[in-house]
Each structure stands twice: as C-alpha cells, then as structure tokens.
C-alpha cells in the first residue's frame, strides 16, 4: 500500500520518524525524538537559506521564510525573555536558569522549529499525511493487546525508560504503559503512545484530522479507524469535542461565501428567536452534564487556574513566576501553572509571556481561517490550528510540543504556501 516515497533527506527524516513513533515508544526516546529532530531540522532549513543556490537541487528552499513564522521566532524568544526575567525577579539561581532554558529549547522553541522547516524545506503534505496513516496502522495492530491487557491482569506500567536521567517533565515522559486506571471511576483508561489518556486524544483528534486528507482509501480507513480508537478508549470529554469540531468545522467554512448559506443561516437565527430560551437550557444542561462526567477533574482544574490567576495578578504580572510551584491538597498535588496553557503562562511568565504566544496563534490561525473558507487548502491546518487552541485550554502546549510536529510542519508547509501564492500575484498586477 505504500506508494509514497521521500524524495529528499529531508523528507526521509520526518517519514521515519512517524513511521517509527511506535518502536521510539516502546524504549521511552519520544520525548528525546521531537526536540532533536526540530533542531536538526530547524538548522537544515538555516543552512539552506544561507547556502542558497549553492545548495542540492532536491533540497532548494521554497521560498523566503513567511511573515507569520518569524512572528513565531520573536514570539517565542520573547518567550525566552520573560523566562529568564522571571527567574532573576524570583531570585530561582543560575542552575535553575538553565534548566528552565534547556526545558525552553525542548518545548516552547519547537513552536517555531518545525514551522521554520516545513516553510522552507521541500518537505510535501502527502509524506506527512500518509506517514500518520503509517502510525495508525501500528495502532490498530497493537489494540488488541492494549484492550485486552486490564482484563489479563497485566500491569499498567511495563517499564520507565533509562532515558529519563536526560531530564524531563517527570517519568511519565520516558514511560511505556498498556493502560492506567481512573482514580474517580477506577475503570481503564489507555494513552496509546502519549504521556497520559486526555493529550491521547487530541492526537487522536489530529490523527483523524491528516487521515481525512489521505487520497488512499485503505490507509484513509486505516487512519481514521485508530484515531477514532484512541479518542474513545481515552475517555476524554475534549477529545469527544475535538472530533466533531476540528473535522466538520473546517468543511463548512467555504459556505459563508456562499449566498444560500446565508439565507439558511437567517432561517435559523429566526427560529432561535422563537425557541432561544429551551435552546439556551438544553446546551446549559449539556454542558453541566459534560463538566459532570468527570466531576473531580473539572474542580481540581477550575480550582488551578483559579489560584493561578489569583497569584498572577498580586505577585507576578508582567513576567510571572519564572517556574511552576508545588500545589496543595485542594488540587491534588498538581503544580500551580499547570493543566492550561493560558493561565500557566500567566502564572509562570506573566502577561508579556501569554503575549509572545497569542500574537503568533492568532496570525496562524487567521490564515488558516481565511484559506479555509476559500478551499479545500486551509482544511488541514485549520483542523490543526483548532485542535492545538483546544489543547491549550486543557493541556500546556510546550510540554507537548514534541508529538504535535506533523501538525507543526504543516502550518510551515501552509504559510510558504501562501507567501508564494502572494508573490506570485505582485508580480502578475501590471505595475
């Protein structure tokens, strides 16, 4: 089935990389594999703008570097700023200094890496999309002995990973499990390849979101078959969301530019002025019922950010915390910055760190926004842009940069898209 072939050294990189995100999980080298392969792409994509034409014929840029990936370049040097000002306000020490920057170096500079990469070396879709699909049909092998493996008596953990002493979030980064239990229901709950069960099923979402993309139907089936698996056996209520939305949503932004979906639109605003109040309970009721289902994890997180916000405003506001801070009881030992990517940034990095974020997410995702509604180019990573703003409501985003990197190259992929495109009608418009 496998009728793709990389055509560069470039290409082969990624296409190996996902093709083995399986065997890289087995020996706990994931959290290893991301950052290395981001700057050692990142600093091919450097030497080829700087050798230019004096480079490989199948390894020429595609164009100058977009606007929108040297936003995300200063933003997250910015981000590297307010990292190190937090740090002398809060007087953490020049060890904890350069931990916290290595950290940066493996999580918020990935941001900017692999767009840098996909916008400048002649890296196409079709290799990233049909090696997704690869990685789905390593998990569609594997589900059975997943499945199967509470009800057997095996163990949750098989093994945490030497690697870890490389350093890390925690252990859980260099782990390999069958599964793990719920605290709040003890039932199980897999995480497939991911740190824990809820990031599972945002990749799951994205694995969903490059399959649809996939011109062959077998490994499109493949593809969307496990990333289905993966957002139900997580059991995550944002992975559920994510489905629906990160896929439908971008296949129906080309109808505002169309005159009858207006009208239907009219239509149903008309019959909302009617039944507005019974609409409005039932999506209350839905959304207590959502937040209900998983009861004790809605409050240990609403009770996060919370204080995390509390703390932001009256101890750290322009450059945060400089690091995460142990939790109490009341959140179940989590640290304070954690589980929210926005308000962990306000309480860690404080307003101008939140910042350096924003800007540059919000550029991508108006150019993904605006492609989208044009055609069937802006789907994919509109889908992506999506489900990264739905993972930084739940998650924090530079912890798990490392497994979001096909999604990351294509946003690069994307932008050099649209420059060319941009440039290549300046030079039609007659003067």
Not at 111 to 134: H, S
Not at 400 to 421: C, F, Q, R, V
């Amino acid at each position: 089935m496998t009728d793709i072939v990389p055509q560069n050294p470039a290409e082969r990189m990624v296409f190996k990389a996902l093709g083995w995100t399986w065997p890289f999980y087995f020996v706990g080298a994931l959290y290893v594999v991301g950052p290395v392969l981001a700057w050692l792409l990142g600093g091919l994509a450097a030497l080829v703008l700087y050798l230019g034409p004096a480079v490989r014929q199948d390894l020429r840029a595609r164009g100058p570097v977009p606007d929108v990936v040297v936003i995300w370049f200063l933003g997250m040097f910015v981000m590297l700023v307010a990292l190190w000002v937090g740090h002398i306000d809060w007087g953490l020490g020049l060890k904890q200094t350069i931990k916290s920057s290595i950290g940066w170096a493996k999580g918020w500079a990935l941001l900017a890496l692999f767009p840098l990469a996909g916008a400048v070396l002649p890296i196409r879709r079709e290799i990233l999309i049909r090696g997704q699909c690869i990685v789905g049909l390593w998990t569609l092998a594997l589900l059975p002995i997943l499945f199967i493996a509470p009800y057997a008596g095996l163990p949750e953990k098989i093994f945490t990973s030497p690697l870890k002493a490389i350093g890390g979030p925690g252990p859980e980064y260099f782990s390999v499990f069958f599964f793990t239990w719920d605290p709040g229901s003890w039932t199980p709950r897999w995480q497939f390849y991911a740190p824990w069960s809820p990031f599972a099923a945002l990749l799951g979402v994205l694995q969903v979101c490059f399959a649809l993309e996939e011109k062959n139907i077998r490994w499109r089936s493949i593809g969307i078959a496990a990333g289905v698996a993966m957002i139900l056996l997580s059991k995550s209520r944002m992975g559920l969301v994510g489905l629906v939305a990160c896929t439908v949503g971008p296949r129906l932004l080309p109808l505002i530019l169309r005159g009858w979906a207006w009208s239907v639109l009219a239509g149903f605003t008309a019959l909302l002025a009617v039944a507005g109040t019974v609409v409005l309970q039932a999506l209350q009721d839905g959304v207590a019922a959502f937040k209900g289902a998983r009861a004790d994890s809605t409050r240990v997180r609403e009770t996060l950010q919370r204080i995390a916000g509390e703390r932001w405003q009256n101890e750290a506001f322009w450059f945060g915390h400089g690091t995460v801070q142990p939790g109490a009881h009341i959140v179940e030992y989590m640290p304070i910055g954690s589980h929210h990517t926005w308000w962990g940034l306000l309480f860690v990095k404080g307003l101008v760190g939140m910042l350096a974020l924003l800007v540059p997410l919000v550029w991508q995702t108006a150019l993904a926004l605006m492609d989208a509604a044009r055609g069937p180019r802006g789907r994919l990573p509109l889908s992506i842009m999506m489900t990264i703003v739905l993972l930084s409501f739940g998650e924090n985003l530079e912890i798990e940069a490392y497994m979001l990197w096909p999604g990351l190259i294509i946003l690069g992929i994307h932008a050099s898209e649209l420059k060319t495109e941009m440039l290549e009608g300046a030079v039609v418009q007659p003067a």
